[in-house]
């Protein structure tokens, strides 16, 4: 009795420590800033801005900086950068001309602090709030894009201040459900909202949004599941356009779709090129 008691205690003690160890580093696996050198942005057109708690900020801004027609706000991945973005969004001005406005992350390429989940929602609300005040675009004419951890991003974003459209390339459907991959879901179900600082849930997000959402996924994306970015799809309030590249993987889809991939941005930023009012 003794052993299985020291046992189940030993058990207790590795359980507890890993979930510990999920506590304390869920931030570094989620947000990855890639290190230096930087590439040369000498060149691209870039704006500064603060977060609500003095962060300094900045982005690239794609297209009209003078009261453009149409803003587009980027969010990237985990281990992207907005820089790696200007020829995406290069051609995302000019097959649609909706200016593009790359966000960048507290902790990356250089900007001080530490990414965290409640730094992401600082970051996000700043850039928005500079399109809107330093800009001059009107909300009817603004639509948010994400990838990967960026489409969470962009998501709760939206939750809070509705856009014209919102975009998704490759989501998740929470960072309940990615941890749950990550780890085969179990001690999760049952600990997640104690030991978790993300809180990044875009399925419920989408499904309180007055706004078409629309998705991209690779069919061979083994990194986040095509299934999960139909499940949020399916769970939005508002459908846009929903398009599946089969043989694309995570961070090919705009390459490997070609054409239907900028389609499929054209067709989802119409409610922002057709400038309809928001109600």
Known sequence: MVNIAIVIVALIAVLAAFLGAIWAFQERIAFQPPGPPYPDARAIPRVEYSASDGQKLFAYVIGERSSPGGLLIAFHGNADLAIWQVEWAEEVFRRTGVT?????????????????????????????RFAREDLGVPAFRIAFFGHSLGSAIAAELASK?????????????????????????????????????????????VALIDAPVS?????????????????????????????????????DVENVGRELYWEWISRSLEPVTEGVTLP
Request: proline share 6%; net charge positive.
């Open 161 to 205: 201040h509705r856009p014209a459209a919102l975009l998704l390339q490759s989501p998740f459907t929470s960072a309940r459900d990615m941890a749950g991959i990550m780890t085969g879901r179990r001690p999760f179900d049952a600990t997640w909202a104690v030991i978790s600082r993300l809180h990044f849930d875009t399925g419920a997000k």
């Open 215 to 251: 998705i991209v996924h690779g069919g061979r994306d083994r990194l986040i599941p095509p299934q999960m970015g139909r499940t949020v799809f399916d769970a939005a309030k508002s459908q846009g356009v929903w398009l599946l590249v089969p043989e694309a993987s995570h961070n």
């Open 100 to 128: 593009v406005m790359l966000t960048e992350y507290r902790g990356y390429m250089g900007l001080s602090g530490r990414p965290s989940y409640e730094g992401s929602q600082r970051d996000a609300e700043a850039a928005y």
